[in-house]
């Protein structure tokens, strides 16, 4: 006769055996680094732009190894510069002025200050887009920049293609209502650039065989160029789903959206929304946060689903569109954040959150509390745009998706033990380096450049192919 115990010992094993995954992802959870203790040195780098400021988005890898990056400017005169970074060589070469690259050098219009959007490749070109970094601050909130005296008015973002064996650049157009681009991504199968416009959040696609731009009209009332009910913020990521063409994206009211390409349409998703408990509860009319709008996300090739992560509450999801069904996974924030129950550090959440070359890690850049003398420190949003302007304590964070397993590999410092600041980027190597862009200061002076982290995650036997 089987005892009690014995029958416990064989139905434990027996789920073992029968659930792979689900085992090594416990063994990997208790084995996961503890981000409270490690620390990691990040290596700086300088592109020799000294009006470089801060980054939103606005990276890519090449399908030849090389990081590409955009720095951004505010002045009215000098646009945002394009660089490339080879890790063979560990040099950077300049690849142009974006005003230049859309034609309007000497034009004494306001300059294409930014990139917000990351690179896409499709056919050895890299497709991106301009957005303004001039603005006019009223009632306490960064608007379009009036020009001043002898400028004319900014001329609107442009569709940019960059050929990375011929080094040249390529305007595809400006988009509607002359409005800076936000957002963008591409479905690179059939030749399809879907992007949102700033502030008033038009949504618009562009083809590149027919060479047609369509604008599909706003969903966000007035954008952030709204006040009171009309305001709304504008999402900062759409994802492509390759299979049919879909594009999505989200409002702060917690809807998601969906471009239909065989409609040509835009349509809300029945059956579920970004509007969860979890998330937290916000007022889409008011400014400083994302709402319910998800902040970052990724497609997911193999398991062909949206991995995302939500804005100020850190939590990590996964939209499933053919179930039409939003999973909360859990809270990807650093331990230290965790550990206090804090939002993020940047209200809005952050952007540098990206799935690596293996395809199964996604690699999270966020941000924690720092305590001095045992006392949080705690920041003040003074930029009406949810910005804090504390001390940032940057932390790695990566997710294993097939053993859903979480690990903050610890705090980023500076060799000179500066932390990262503002950083709401990323751009992972094929060998797991991960890229970002900070504020670093040097010789009493600070920029925002180029640093590096070396790889958190070790190949796993069984992974696909690194590489595009």
């Known amino acids: ?10 139905f434990t094993a027996a789920f073992i055996l ?89 034009s004494k219009s306001i300059v294409q200050g930014k990139s917000h959007v990351n690179f896409v490749e499709c056919g050895g070109k ?22 001043p005296p002898g400028y004319r008015p900014y001329p609107g973002g442009h569709l940019l293609a960059y050929d990375m064996a011929a080094a040249k650049f390529e305007d595809l157009g400006i988009a509607p209502q002359r409005e800076g681009v936000l957002t963008m991504n591409m479905d690179t199968r059939r030749g399809r650039i879907y992007a949102l416009t700033w502030p008033t959040g038009c949504f618009f696609r562009y083809d590149l065989a027919k060479r047609e731009m369509k604008d599909l009209g706003s969903f966000n009332e007035k954008g ?22 879909s594009a999505y994206f989200t409002t702060g009211s917690g809807d998601i959206l969906r471009y239909r390409f065989d409609r040509d349409a835009v349509e809300r998703v029945a059956g579920d929304n970004m509007k969860k408990d979890y998330f937290g509860l916000y007022d889409p009319t008011s400014p400083g946060h994302m709402g319910y709008n998800w902040r970052q996300t990724a497609w997911h090739p193999i398991e062909e689903v949206v991995y995302g992560v939500h804005g100020n509450s850190g939590y990590l999801f996964r939209f499933d569109p053919r179930a039409v ?24 959440g952050y952007l540098g959150f990206a799935l690596g070359p293996d395809q199964r890690t996604l690699y999270y ?56 600041a503002y950083v709401n980027s990323i751009a992972v190597g094929k060998d797991g380096t991960v890229y970002s862009v900070s504020r670093i200061t040097e010789n009493g002076r600070t920029r925002t450049d180029l640093f590096s982290v070396a790889p958190v995650v070790k190949p796993i036997a069984g992974s696909p192919p690194q590489g595009r």
């Not at 992802?25 to 208790?30: A, H």
């Not at 949003?381 to 610890?410: F, R």
């Open 126 to 147: 890299l497709y991106f887009s301009t957005h303004t970094g001039y603005y006019t601050i009223i009632d306490d909130m960064e608007k379009m920049g009036v020009p």
């Open 1 to 10: 006769m089987r005892t009690a115990t014995t029958c416990r010992l064989a």
């Open 325 to 348: 069904r939003v999973d909360v996974l859990g809270r990807i924030t650093s331990e230290p954040s965790k550990r206090s129950g804090m939002y993020d550090q940047f209200s809005y």
């Open 224 to 245: 952030e160029n709204g006040k009171g009910s009309t305001y709304r913020t504008i999402c900062r990521s759409i994802a492509i789903d390759p299979t049919d063409g």
């Open 365 to 420: 850049l966020t941000g924690g509390p720092v305590y001095v003398d045992g006392k949080r420190i705690v920041g003040k949003d003074t930029t009406g745009k949810g910005e804090s302007k504390g001390i940032e304590n940057l932390h790695l964070i990566t997710y294993d998706i097939p053993a859903a397993t979480y690990s903050d590999h610890g705090a980023i410092f500076f060799a000179n033990g500066d932390r990262p």
């Open 18 to 106: 029968l659930c792979p995954w689900w085992a090594q992802g416990e063994s990997r959870k208790e084995a996961a680094p503890s981000g409270a203790r490690r620390k990691l040195v990040a290596q700086t780098y300088n592109s020799g732009f000294e009006l470089a400021h801060d980054t939103y988005n606005g990276m890519g890898t090449g399908s030849d190894g090389r990081i590409y990056y955009v720095l951004c400017s505010e002045s009215i005169d000098v646009g945002a510069q394009m660089y490339v970074f080879d890790p063979a060589t560990r040099r950077i070469a300049h690849c142009g002025d974006l005003t230049e690259a859309c034609g309007e050098k000497g």
